[in-house]
């Protein structure tokens, strides 16, 4: 894909169209709510968190991914001028709320941008964001990916998801037992 034509999670370039996988600090360091460079793509639970992390953003230029949907987006090539079109599906990352991976489909080729990401081998959630994708490269192969690996470090062990969600809910419930 040409430079100038797509950004994703990244907001001091010049593009046409920019695309943020979830609303974390690192993903969207150099966005504010006096942001007018151009539309910003993002899935449905992160439209609704949006206006919370960014007060006064002009929600007019955020535009709903849905999630395993290909969505046709038509931009102009900066080196030839002519309009290409631009297939792009927001993937659930299985990261946080509203994060997503996205998979871009054009004459470029196939290219696959994770973001964060968390994918186990036994989570349910985590089977139907790969068949998500399996199912948005119609038999093609991804050629390129942009692979988030900031947590890939085994220095970085983190527990299953369940095994965190049931530590929340304990101690919830015993803050709300005593305190409550």
Known sequence: MEK???????????????????LHADHTNGLSSKWSKGPIFCSPVTAKLFPF???????????????????????????????????????????CPGAVMLLFRGEFGCILYTGDFRWESTSERANLGKNTLVNALMGDKVDFIHLDNTYCNPLYSFPPREVVAHQVHFHMCFFFFFFG
């Open 4 to 22: 100038g034509m797509i950004s994703v999670d990244r907001w001091s370039e010049q593009s046409q169209a920019y695309f943020l996988t979830h």
């Open 53 to 95: 992390k960014f007060p006064g953003f002009h929600l007019s230029l955020l535009t709903v991914l849905e999630i395993g949907i290909s969505h046709l987006i038509s931009l102009v090539s900066p080196s030839t001028g002519l309009e290409t079109s631009v297939h792009v599906t927001a993937i659930d990352a299985h990261h």
